[in-house]
Nanobody, 124 residues
Framework: VQPVESGGGLVQAGGSLKLSCEVSGRTSGAIAMAWLRQVPGKGRDFVAADGGSGGATSYADSVKGRFTISRDYAVNTMYLQMNTLKPEDTAVYYC??????????????????WGPGTEVTVSS
Protein backbone atom coordinates (compact mmCIF):
# COMPACT_ATOMS: atom_id res chain seq x y z
CA VAL A 1 0.00 0.00 0.00
CA GLN A 2 1.53 3.31 -1.07
CA PRO A 3 -0.15 6.70 -0.78
CA VAL A 4 1.14 9.58 -2.89
CA GLU A 5 0.10 13.20 -2.34
CA SER A 6 -0.25 15.96 -4.92
CA GLY A 7 -1.72 19.42 -5.22
CA GLY A 8 0.49 21.43 -2.92
CA GLY A 9 1.84 24.82 -3.87
CA LEU A 10 2.03 28.50 -3.08
CA VAL A 11 -1.16 30.44 -2.44
CA GLN A 12 -2.05 33.79 -0.94
CA ALA A 13 -3.86 34.04 2.36
CA GLY A 14 -7.59 33.65 1.83
CA GLY A 15 -7.08 31.40 -1.17
CA SER A 16 -7.83 27.74 -1.75
CA LEU A 17 -6.00 24.55 -2.63
CA LYS A 18 -7.13 20.98 -3.13
CA LEU A 19 -4.79 18.18 -2.15
CA SER A 20 -5.11 14.68 -3.52
CA CYS A 21 -3.84 11.37 -2.19
CA GLU A 22 -3.87 8.40 -4.51
CA VAL A 23 -3.37 5.03 -2.89
CA SER A 24 -1.92 2.11 -4.79
CA GLY A 25 -1.92 -1.45 -3.63
CA ARG A 26 -4.51 -3.67 -2.04
CA THR A 27 -7.01 -1.58 -0.07
CA SER A 28 -10.69 -1.45 0.71
CA GLY A 29 -13.25 1.26 1.24
CA ALA A 30 -13.31 0.43 4.94
CA ILE A 31 -9.80 1.65 5.66
CA ALA A 32 -9.21 4.85 7.56
CA MET A 33 -7.26 7.63 5.91
CA ALA A 34 -6.03 10.91 7.26
CA TRP A 35 -4.14 14.10 6.56
CA LEU A 36 -1.47 15.35 8.92
CA ARG A 37 0.89 18.26 8.54
CA GLN A 38 4.32 19.17 9.78
CA VAL A 39 6.38 22.33 10.02
CA PRO A 40 10.17 22.27 10.46
CA GLY A 41 11.24 21.45 14.00
CA LYS A 42 7.85 20.16 15.09
CA GLY A 43 5.97 16.89 15.07
CA ARG A 44 3.18 15.93 12.73
CA ASP A 45 -0.19 17.46 13.64
CA PHE A 46 -3.53 15.93 12.88
CA VAL A 47 -5.58 17.81 10.27
CA ALA A 48 -8.49 15.61 9.17
CA ALA A 49 -9.47 11.97 8.88
CA ASP A 50 -12.03 9.79 7.18
CA GLY A 51 -13.03 6.51 8.80
CA GLY A 52 -13.97 4.80 5.56
CA SER A 53 -17.28 3.73 4.07
CA GLY A 54 -19.91 4.26 6.74
CA GLY A 55 -17.37 5.69 9.15
CA ALA A 56 -17.00 9.09 10.74
CA THR A 57 -14.89 12.07 9.75
CA SER A 58 -12.86 14.17 12.11
CA TYR A 59 -11.20 17.58 11.88
CA ALA A 60 -8.72 19.50 13.96
CA ASP A 61 -10.31 22.54 15.58
CA SER A 62 -7.93 24.81 13.65
CA VAL A 63 -9.33 23.73 10.28
CA LYS A 64 -13.01 23.11 11.04
CA GLY A 65 -15.25 25.03 8.69
CA ARG A 66 -12.37 25.69 6.27
CA PHE A 67 -11.14 22.24 5.21
CA THR A 68 -13.18 19.35 3.86
CA ILE A 69 -12.01 15.76 3.54
CA SER A 70 -13.53 13.46 0.95
CA ARG A 71 -12.85 10.19 -0.84
CA ASP A 72 -13.51 8.69 -4.24
CA TYR A 73 -13.57 4.95 -3.61
CA ALA A 74 -13.70 4.13 -7.31
CA VAL A 75 -10.19 5.51 -7.84
CA ASN A 76 -8.73 4.95 -4.35
CA THR A 77 -8.18 8.65 -3.86
CA MET A 78 -8.67 10.96 -0.89
CA TYR A 79 -8.92 14.73 -1.12
CA LEU A 80 -8.51 17.70 1.16
CA GLN A 81 -10.25 20.87 0.01
CA MET A 82 -8.63 23.77 1.83
CA ASN A 83 -10.41 27.12 1.78
CA THR A 84 -9.71 30.45 3.45
CA LEU A 85 -6.10 29.48 3.88
CA LYS A 86 -4.00 31.22 6.52
CA PRO A 87 -0.21 31.62 6.80
CA GLU A 88 -0.30 29.24 9.77
CA ASP A 89 -1.53 26.49 7.43
CA THR A 90 1.91 26.49 5.83
CA ALA A 91 3.38 23.00 6.25
CA VAL A 92 4.18 19.77 4.53
CA TYR A 93 0.97 17.79 4.29
CA TYR A 94 1.09 14.02 4.59
CA CYS A 95 -1.48 11.43 3.61
CA UNK A 96 -1.65 8.29 5.68
CA UNK A 97 -3.53 5.00 5.52
CA UNK A 98 -4.69 2.99 8.48
CA UNK A 99 -6.70 -0.14 9.24
CA UNK A 100 -10.39 -0.72 8.72
CA UNK A 101 -12.86 0.34 11.39
CA UNK A 102 -10.35 2.57 13.17
CA UNK A 103 -11.83 4.29 16.20
CA UNK A 104 -9.20 6.82 17.23
CA UNK A 105 -8.88 8.64 13.92
CA UNK A 106 -6.83 11.52 15.34
CA UNK A 107 -3.94 9.41 16.66
CA UNK A 108 -1.09 9.28 14.13
CA UNK A 109 0.25 6.12 15.78
CA UNK A 110 -2.69 4.19 14.40
CA UNK A 111 -1.68 4.69 10.79
CA UNK A 112 0.59 2.32 8.91
CA UNK A 113 1.43 3.77 5.51
CA TRP A 114 2.61 7.28 4.75
CA GLY A 115 3.11 9.30 1.60
CA PRO A 116 6.20 11.44 0.90
CA GLY A 117 4.30 14.67 1.55
CA THR A 118 3.32 17.74 -0.45
CA GLU A 119 4.31 21.25 0.54
CA VAL A 120 1.76 23.98 1.07
CA THR A 121 2.90 27.58 1.48
CA VAL A 122 0.44 30.34 2.32
CA SER A 123 1.77 33.86 1.93
CA SER A 124 0.42 36.78 3.90
Amino acid sequence: VQPVESGGGLVQAGGSLKLSCEVSGRTSGAIAMAWLRQVPGKGRDFVAADGGSGGATSYADSVKGRFTISRDYAVNTMYLQMNTLKPEDTAVYYCTVGPARLFHLEDARNYDFWGPGTEVTVSS
